[in-house]
């Protein structure tokens, strides 16, 4: 299509529209231009045009993108980064687009609205009232609920919604031209950028963020993609993402630049990452004066680069308290006297001994650590992040436990509960299940097959002294009662646990014969027991489940639910930077060739994904499953699939994933804590929600409990490297 007729089909849409208004309107022809979407054409009044009339200007000024290939008109947002909306006459019937909210979101209105983007449409009549809808049959459901990696910035979003088939090639291409990368680069480096060309293979590797840079990184040089596309000569560039390389052919920017060039201002800045900068030695040689101690203590080496493995940008905050926080450390070793500023202001927080008591710990974010681990099967950061989130999610979910939906909308409005609430004596406490969970996570730790895997069938003994400390701390003495979560008070308080799975865990230590315990209480067991595999030498996960729900649950379909569960946390909890989410592993695990898997229960078990877990796999694109409508909310299989429907499609989206697995009827707190957890080991500690984290009570210890789980079960485990420590810490049994 030509500029000339792009006009003539504004100026036919201007007579329609404006042939009666006492202002009349025309083409401004003179700054009309191709732009990716199509033509743009603006128009203002004549009076403005033609005579100079600056107050009958149109405000903001308007114009029409007069879209390719189809022709069809819309109207250009002035807001940068705005879509276009299609152009209507009044008075007369329209379909109104509906496009999906992540690529509105996405600043990206330069490029258009894609195609594949678009939902579908609302019918509105002439009256303006919506009298129906249709789908988009083209539609693709979107790369963030179908859980590709949350992108941090506009070029991993670029990438994402190429992946998803949102943006063709020159669509991405044309954004890519406005974006930035990052080299690897030496701190003091000022080398040009073919100085980093890999010339036997025309290659030249360059990173979306500092934190996909490689973790042995010191330093970087930031550029635009237009800059880059001027130092190169043909060749590839291969741009990280962290979780893929996409690779383009430098022929392809510069021709795409050539029709649209870069409308940013160009890029160019060079420097060390956040860990090299050269006050942290000052801050570390000057801490250590203030504080009298003999030798600085300087950054942990490894510590920004173990960060980004794992996906996390260490930030100049975070080292300079990090930094403090050694040297503050060191200090306290030795009796101190004076003021010591609040913890977190010097980068400390808290452990605990083997007697209860507490000590100063080094803050690291939820991002690395200072143990030695192999890391074989599962991260560290993702365990903690399953214990945090899992207590977030029952704090969250106890405020509303067993309430209608239809009670919790009259009590916190249309949306439901939106964030904490109080439920017990102020808001983020702890739990039962919360409780509970620690303390079952203390009997794996307690239990022999760590070390003698061929005594995994000796576990439940564990389990049950485990249950009977916890009904211990609830008001039923238990005169073997030992271990350091004993010691903590604050484990004591009482939080109303369910009533039958209290008689059941009593009766453990009352001598009484069990009740008959059946209900989704067993789906606890399934986070201690996926940890037990940490080591591919530790035991089979599949075992301990039915072993530790065993103890207090007999009912067939619920210890096989709890196999199911471990099974989806193993794939959770895996060290891969990004793992797949549950709406693929749930079907995995249902895949396996696994003669236990067989049965009316595994039938059972195949109907609830079936119908709580949206496979974004599948055309037409499904939507988000309503949790209220996924069984009653009571039974094992029910909360189950209400925990997998809260989560599947909001991976990428912890509070949404998290406000929607408790605003239902049923058990919220136990559907609040599994998809929490689900999340947690998804998001690692970073990314939970920052107000939730904080407000979060004992969050320290169950950091601390998480962590010792992880470096148990790894290969290189703490009972091998402080032996003497961890039998008092944690006596067998």
């Not at 329209?94 to 600043?107: K, L, N, Q």
Request: hydrophobic content about 40%.
């Amino acid at each position: 299509m030509e500029a000339a007729e792009a006009i003539a089909k504004v100026e036919g849409w201007l007579r329609e529209v404006h042939a009666q208004s006492p202002n009349p309107v025309r083409v401004d022809s003179g700054e009309v231009r191709r732009v990716p979407e199509g033509w743009f054409v603006p128009y203002d009044s004549v009076a403005f045009l033609d005579e100079g009339k600056v107050e009958k200007r149109i405000f903001p000024p308007p114009a029409l993108i007069v879209r390719e290939p189809d022709g069809a008109l819309r109207m250009s947002n002035p807001r940068q980064g705005g879509l276009s909306i299609p152009a209507t006459i009044p008075g007369r019937p329209y379909d109104r687009e509906v496009v999906h909210p992540d690529y509105v979101a996405a600043g990206l209105g330069r490029l258009g609205v894609a195609p594949r983007a678009v939902i579908g449409w609302e019918q509105i009549d002439a009256e303006g009232n919506k009298t129906g809808s249709r789908m988009n049959p083209a539609y693709v459901a979107g790369p963030i609920e179908r859980a590709y990696p949350a992108p941090h910035n506009r070029l991993e979003t670029l990438v994402l919604f190429a992946k998803a088939h949102w943006l063709d090639r020159d669509k991405f291409l044309v954004g890519l031209g406005e974006c930035e990368v990052f080299i690897d680069a030496d701190p003091v480096d000022d080398r040009p950028i073919p100085h980093y060309w890999d010339a036997q293979r025309r290659i030249l590797r360059v990173f979306s963020a500092f934190r996909t840079l490689p973790p042995q990184s010191r330093g970087y040089r930031r550029t635009d993609i237009a800059t880059l596309a001027d130092n190169l000569t043909g060749g590839t560039v291969l741009i990280d993402v962290g979780w893929d390389d996409i690779e383009v052919r430098v022929e392809e920017i510069v021709e795409s630049l050539s029709r649209f060039p870069r409308a940013a201002p160009r890029v160019s800045l060079a420097g060390p990452l956040p860990e090299l900068d050269e006050h942290l030695p000052d801050l570390a040689r000057r801490t250590a004066g203030e504080l009298g101690l003999a030798e600085p203590r300087f950054l942990p080496e490894g510590a920004a680069g173990q960060a980004r493995q794992r996906g996390f940008e260490l930030t100049y905050e975070e080292c300079w308290r990090t930094v403090l926080g050694l040297n503050w450390l060191k200090r306290l070793e030795q009796p101190f006297q004076g003021r010591r500023p609040p913890a977190a202001e010097i980068g400390l927080t808290f452990r605990y001994r083997a007697d209860g008591t507490t000590c100063p710990a080094l803050q690291t974010h939820g991002k690395y650590h200072l143990e030695q681990a192999d890391e074989v099967r599962y991260g560290w950061h993702r365990v903690l992040g399953a214990y945090v989130g899992f207590a977030i999610g029952e704090a969250l979910g106890s405020a509303v436990d067993t309430l209608s939906l239809a009670a919790i909308r009259e009590q916190f409005g249309p949306r439901g509960l939106a964030g904490y609430a109080r439920a017990y004596d102020r808001v983020g406490q702890l739990g039962p299940l919360t409780q509970q969970l620690l303390f079952l996570t203390e009997g794996a730790i307690r239990g022999p097959h760590r070390e003698a895997p061929d005594e995994e069938h000796r576990l439940p003994k564990a389990i049950a002294n485990a249950w009977r400390r916890w009904v211990h701390t609830q008001g039923i003495p238990f005169a073997k009662g030992d271990g350091w979560l004993l010691r903590v008070p604050s484990l004591y308080d009482r939080r109303r646990p369910d009533p039958a799975e209290f008689a059941a865990a009593s009766s453990l230590v009352l001598g009484t014969p069990m009740p008959r315990l059946t209900g989704p209480g067993a789906l606890l067991a399934a986070l201690p027991a996926a940890l037990t595999q940490a080591d591919s030498e530790t035991g089979s996960a599949r075992r301990a489940a039915r072993l530790i729900a065993g103890v207090t649950h007999r009912d067939e379909t619920d210890l096989a639910a709890t196999v199911f569960l471990a099974k989806v946390f193993q794939h959770a909890l895996a060290k891969d930077r990004d793992g797949l989410p549950p709406w693929v592993t749930t079907r995995r695990v249902l895949d396996e060739d696994d003669p236990g898997q067989q049965g009316p229960e595994w039938d059972a078990i195949r109907e609830m994904v079936r119908e709580a877990v949206p496979d974004y796999h599948a055309e037409p694109a499904p939507g988000l499953r309503t949790v209220e409508q996924i069984g009653d909310g009571y039974s094992t299989l029910s909360v189950l699939g209400r925990v997998f429907a809260a989560v599947s499609g909001c991976e990428n989206k912890p509070e949404k994933a998290l406000l929607r697995a408790v605003n239902h009827s049923g058990r919220s707190g136990l559907t609040g804590a599994l998809a929490g957890a689900l999340i947690g080991a998804r998001s690692g500690l970073p990314g939970l929600p920052e107000e939730w984290v904080a407000a979060l009570e004992l969050r320290e210890l169950i950091e601390n409990l998480a962590s010792d789980a992880f470096f148990h079960f790894d290969r290189v485990s703490a009972p091998s490297t402080r032996p003497d420590e961890w039998k008092q810490r944690y006596p067998r049994w």
